[in-house]
């Protein structure tokens, strides 16, 4: 890439927060400077992906458009996990969002009713996306107010040589999972390593929802919308169960309540000490470049009685601000974007598979298991779009409040009443 004719800047900012104490922060820039003898457009891509191996992907597809339009610089600015939430929410009531920006579910829901997203429904590369993906992001007036990257999945990790020194096999049912995982309570070591973010309402959804994505799901999610006390009701089994985890000593709160995703839990899990890991296949590359001596891989989670269930959604969302200035050059970097090439590109470095109609499966060896899931529809979308409900953060109040203490008779009623919020 030539630097003297356009700019990239990749802006990493890893704040990991404990209560109101920071514990670590890193800020990387890369930069090229623009050629003085030429007029720059400058857009703005704003995210949370801020690891290296994003970046380099990130990196590659912003070159490729850049090269393709000299006159214009793409900054990408990266900020790791619950802080990009925080800077995106001062940002959105500024009113100073970026042209792009990565959204979720409740967000696009809470932007789009007020106009802010701007409609993408006139790109090109919206055909080369699944069926399953179009019934995601394109509304029943037809508009689009997001496009998916890819498919992440949030999985069981295993520790293959910790269950073999045990004499332990690897769960492939519900039994199965209760057996192990009371067996290593007894020996005072607690089972399964969970994040503070999203391990504990993906498990709700995947034990809750699997019969509802087996039938007419697009019935039932209608039905949600209209009576928001039916997904209550509907996501009790899952609740109950992680009450009952957390009464048969499998998860620790304490320690849930202080684990960042892809970070903590990864630290945790690397430690070689601990049979299980609830959190996205997206971090199997991470786990393999911490260099643990142990053997171990990606499974489904397997909950049910009869068998395993994969959690997965589209994932790593972007949309468009409606009052950017440059809305055509802006449409014409997320047509690049969600071309066939840079979608795999990143898809493979996520460990996640493509939402375009595309057999292409990534090349990472240990989410096999769940590949193997996701083949033969074992599935649950853990957050549906179709949901005109604040699931995601209805699910995240009510987890943090069980792992302080609330029964799952009181997280359903609470949960009953922010989602008719």
């Not at 039994?175 to 607690?190: H, L, R």
Request: glycine letters at 6%; charged letters at 25%; proline letters at 4%.
């Amino acid at each position: 890439m030539n630097g003297c004719k356009r700019i990239l800047s990749i802006i990493l900012m890893s704040v990991i927060l404990t209560g109101c104490s920071q514990r670590s922060s890193e800020i990387m820039l890369i930069e090229n400077e623009p050629s003085e003898e030429q007029e720059h457009m400058f857009l703005s891509v704003f995210g949370y992906k801020a690891d290296a191996l994003n970046l380099i992907a990130i990196e590659k597809i912003l070159n490729r458009f850049m090269e393709e339009n000299p006159d214009i610089i793409v900054n990408y600015e990266g900020v790791k996990g619950i802080e990009y939430w925080k800077a995106f929410e001062r940002r959105a009531e500024a009113n100073v969002l970026d042209d792009v920006f990565m959204v979720d579910h409740d967000r696009v829901i809470n932007m789009a009713d007020k106009g802010k997203l701007a409609d993408l429904s006139s790109l090109s590369t919206i055909e080369n996306y699944q069926d399953r993906m179009k019934e995601q992001f394109i509304s029943e007036d037809g508009s689009v107010y997001f496009l998916p990257t890819c498919i992440s999945f949030y999985g069981l990790y295993i520790n293959y040589s910790l269950l073999e020194a045990h004499g332990q096999k690897v769960p492939e049912n519900w039994s199965d999972f209760m057996e192990v995982c009371d067996y290593f309570a007894a020996k005072g070591i607690t089972p399964v390593i969970a994040n503070n973010y999203a391990s504990l309402r993906k498990l709700i959804a995947a034990k809750s929802l699997y019969s509802v994505y087996q039938q007419d799901t697009a019935s039932a999610i209608k039905e949600f919308n209209r009576e928001p006390a039916k997904l209550a009701n509907t996501l009790r089994p899952g609740i109950e169960m992680v009450e009952e985890m957390i009464e048969r000593k499998w998860i620790d709160c304490a320690e849930v309540l202080e684990t960042e995703q892809t970070s903590d839990d990864l630290k945790l899990f690397v430690g070689g000490n601990r049979p299980f890991m609830v959190t996205g296949g997206w971090a199997a590359i991470r786990v393999k470049n911490m260099e643990s001596d142990f053997s171990y891989g990606v499974h489904a989670f397997p909950i049910l009685d009869d068998g395993s269930v994969l959690v997965v959604e589209g994932n790593t969302c972007i949309s468009v601000n409606a009052g950017s200035e440059h809305l055509e050059e802006v449409m014409r970097l997320v047509e690049c974007i969600t071309q066939p090439d840079s979608i795999w590109e990143y898809c493979d470095s996520q460990s996640s598979y493509t939402p375009l109609q595309d057999d292409r499966m990534p090349a990472d060896r240990t989410i096999l298991p769940a590949t193997e899931c996701f083949e033969c529809g074992r599935i649950v979308l853990g957050s549906d779009f179709r949901l005109d409900l604040p699931v995601d953060a209805s699910l995240v109040e009510i987890t943090w409040q069980m792992l302080n203490g609330m029964p799952a008779d009181e997280a359903v009623t609470q949960l009953k009443q922010l989602l008719t919020q």
